[in-house]
């Protein structure tokens, strides 16, 4: 059974950089893509980016590609995601999940982390 847990939020300032992490475990991720997620109060979970376990492809949301960046560790089964110039409206819970096969869509993704905080203050 995949696991994901992720780590890494936090109490921030506009302008911080933070970087959450999501190790996996449960069996072998080849074939499989992770992505991270958010969800603010009043708001539907929003993709943020994704990159396959295999080769070196990523997604990103346009909302985000400029700021933030995935990147992955397969020696640690981790996979990363770096926040730069963080915004109040980047306060969230951010959940890491994984997929195996099927098209980059939400409801593809059958594996998700408990999600950790971050908030952004002002």
């Known amino acids: 059974q995949v696991q994901l847990e992720e780590s890494g939020g936090g109490l921030v300032q506009i302008g911080d950089s933070l970087t959450l992490s999501c190790t996996a475990s449960g069996r072998t991720f080849g074939g499989y893509a992770f992505g991270w997620f958010r969800e603010a109060p009043g708001r539907e979970r929003e993709f943020l980016a994704a990159i396959a376990w295999s080769v070196d492809t990523t997604w990103y949301s346009d909302s985000v590609k400029s700021r933030f960046a995935i990147y992955k560790d397969t020696a640690k089964n981790t996979v990363y995601l770096q926040m730069n110039n963080l915004k109040p409206e980047d306060t969230a819970v951010y959940f890491c999940?994984?997929?195996?096969?099927?098209?980059?869509?939400?409801?593809?993704?059958?594996?998700w982390g408990q999600g950790t905080q971050v908030t952004v203050s002002s």
């Open positions: 999940a994984a997929k195996d096969g099927g098209p980059m869509m939400t409801a593809f993704f059958g594996y």
